[in-house]
């Protein structure tokens, strides 16, 4: 899998706003080190309303399954955990804005019927089996590619 502009522009975000918060969240350490519990439940308040997560999960889920598609070295868009029903469509939206064409759905939880009726009530339709590779494999002592068995999703430019 290639590194996708879009979903790099959303990793960026990402970093700046954890970057921001983390600076941010010196000043609510210093309240409570001083006692200041009303200081710190202004503080949360200010941030909730101020300055919201730029992402919903569902956009972050995609992200996510992004960076671990590109940290396996995938051979293709791996979807090993699909997003929660009510995050399916901000997931999905996010993938066709950044032009990704198909996933190939390994998860193997309870809920992947779900989530398989979720992406076809979204406009996304099987394809098939299909296998990813991922190069760049994690387990203990391998030294081969893991391939692990899924179910490709083409994702249309519409719902």
Request: glycine share 6%.
């Amino acid at each position: 899998m290639e590194k996708n502009t879009y979903f790099e522009h959303m990793r960026n975000t990402a970093i700046a706003y954890n970057e921001a918060q983390a600076i941010r969240e010196k000043e609510r350490d210093a309240m409570i080190a001083a006692d200041n519990w009303d200081g710190v439940k202004a503080f949360d308040r200010r941030e909730k309303e101020e300055f919201p997560y730029p992402f919903t999960a569902g956009q972050n889920k995609a992200l996510v399954l992004y960076d671990r598609s590109l940290r396996n070295g995938a051979d293709a868009f791996e979807a090993d955990d699909l997003p929660w029903d009510y995050e399916l469509a901000d997931f999905v939206e996010t993938l066709r804005n950044a032009g990704i064409k198909a996933i190939v759905v390994t998860d193997q939880s309870t809920g992947l019927m779900d989530g398989i009726y979720g992406l076809t009530n979204l406009g996304c339709r099987m394809n098939g089996l299909k296998t990813v590779t991922r190069a760049d494999d994690h387990r203990f002592g391998s030294k081969e590619p893991e391939r692990r068995n899924g179910i490709e999703f083409i994702i249309s430019e519409e719902a």
